[in-house]
């Protein structure tokens, strides 16, 4: 499967932002999808992930009560709404994806597919 992210950008604090990860040359439904984040200086970190069908997520802790993960599996995409941005979620973010769907201690080495990333700045 390839993954193409999008929807990055400048945004001022408080802003809100979505992202959009299409996905091409597989069985869309067959994959968990997650996104993941990288600030400057730091390591990659997992962000929120959605089940096949849509119906089970789980966020990190930073971004719970401000991101919300969705998927339309008729357009094979998936989406991250970003509310309530801070400086701190400047990052560059990256869709991934893989057949088994985890619901905690997520890491990088749990996504076998990865998407090139797009550049999320939270700036005034």
């Known amino acids: 499967v390839q993954l193409q992210a999008s929807g990055g950008g400048l945004v001022q604090p408080g802003g809100s932002l979505r992202l959009s990860c299409a996905a091409s040359g597989g069985t869309f439904t067959n994959y968990a999808i997650g996104w993941f984040r990288q600030a400057p200086g730091k390591e990659r970190e997992f962000v929120a992930g959605?089940?096949?069908?849509?119906?089970?997520?789980n966020y990190a802790d930073p971004v719970k009560g401000r991101f919300t993960i969705s998927r339309d599996n008729v357009k094979n995409t998936v989406y991250l709404q970003m509310n309530s941005l801070k400086p701190e979620d400047t990052a560059v973010y990256y869709c991934?994806?893989?057949?088994?769907?985890?619901?905690?201690?997520?890491?990088?080495?749990?996504?076998?597919?990865w998407g090139q990333g797009t550049l999320v700045t939270v700036s005034s």
């Open positions: 959605i089940s096949f069908s849509g119906h089970v997520y």
């Open positions: 991934a994806a893989d057949r088994k769907y985890y619901d905690s201690k997520v890491t990088v080495n749990d996504f076998a597919y």
